[in-house]
């Protein structure tokens, strides 16, 4: 998961397509005060082995996106299996144009940047009567739009981006501070009171870029507000839970854990931190890590997990780990912890080896999968990328190959890629979300690329692997 740092105010000459391919990450100066990032020193070229993959890779998601042009252009996303588009609402918000735009530059793809941008400019409007969810629109749209608007240089980008900005405001307007689920793009109508702490708690990033970009403080306070209630409402232990009312701030499950629900939350703690530097995001982050690496840590069998436990007594209610949680390695190896990251990838690793491609989740105690989706999720690949760079140990390069190769038989469509409904019998599904192109495909693209492509201090990726520049210090 999904990561390095801010950005600047833009100017044209600042985006070239080598300076682009040096956004990643790989020497993160993480910590002011304690935790330091590691870093290695980077070599200047990938060996020829890794040259063929990471061009293979890139006819993949040209593969992938020639699918989505021929079957599902001006959809917000392919149906591989039944060569039709489909859409998340009403109208299309143009998902996987958006959402695969900054990959297409960092593989300098210009034909596909081309069609990509005629499609968005042509059609994307937001000005339409339907409710989304704020949490899923601001990290793929909200976060692809300032991403597109940073690295290529168009302003068009940053104009639909405030537009996108000002309609999800909205959802911000609870006695806590704490967002809606659901938000209205026309009339600011919101839906939802019970909501989680990832959609709660990732949106510092896309709204405090924004405000930055734009000089309007607004988007940056809000999320701000949002994410200082939801800590504010931690247990005593330093837990959270799965579900809470942003009406009354009372948690409506006390249920803690580090997958979907509630990991990006963590994972945009530390972020927060990096990308505008704010020593308290630092605090909030290590504090958290303190009671989930206390509480939620297992081990099994000499493998290291992460289950599930009640925020209150912190007593485990149950033992699944699966897709969703494989981000945490790489959110540790930021936070400085590299042995922790490194034995939890070695766990992911091997809940991939299973059936030769991840399931959605297993249960770690007792062996055996719990839900046998496999979704193209990237997450994985993240870690074990973050890892890559940080370390220089070729095993993160070879569990790459192993996710690459895995995602290529299993996987791949004539047109297209589609998810497995059972990891067992690598029966495929009929859908190719926009994530695929956003962050499977990117990430293990930067796990082969060249190092002297990534600029490890100036840009942070968002939850979607959108790579956000640091911009010049301003007040918020």
Known sequence: MPTIMNRENVSTNF???RLFAGMIFMGILIVAGGCRGHRRTP???????????????????????????????GYDALRPLSKKGKNWYRRSLLMTPVDAFDTMVLMG?????????????DSLTFDVDMEVQLFEVTIRLLGGLLSAYQWDGDERFLALAEELGKRLLPAFRSPTGMPYRMVNLRTGAVRDKV?????IGTLILEFGTLSRLTGDTA???????????????RSPLGLVGSAIDVETGEWKNPT??????????LEYLLKAYLLFGDPQYLRMYRESVRAVNRYLADTVGGYLWYGQADMYTGERTSTYYGALE???????????????????????FKMWQMTGIEPEKIDYRKGGITSPAYLLRPENIESAWYLWHATGERQYRLMGETFFRSIRDYCRTGSGYAYLTDVRNKTKGDDMESFFLAETLKYLYLLFAPDDLVDTGQVVFNTEAHPLRKVSPRSF
């Open 219 to 233: 988007y940056y306070h809000a999320a701000r507000r949002a994410l200082l209630a939801l800590y504010d409402r």
């Open 109 to 121: 793809l210009e034909k596909e940047q081309k069609e990509a941008k005629k499609l968005i400019f």
């Open 15 to 17: 985006f070239t397509s």
């Open 326 to 348: 494989a981000f945490f390695p790489g959110v540790l190896l930021l936070g400085g912890d590299t042995s922790r990251a490194a034995a939890l990838q070695r766990s992911g």
């Open 43 to 73: 070599s200047s070229s990938a060996s020829d082995t890794d040259t063929v993959t990471a061009a293979m890779v890139k006819n993949e998601f040209r593969h992938a996106w020639r699918g989505y042009m021929r079957y599902a252009a």
């Open 195 to 199: 909501n989680n702490p990832a959609e």
């Open 256 to 265: 803690s854990h580090i997958g979907g629900g509630i990991d990006s939350y």
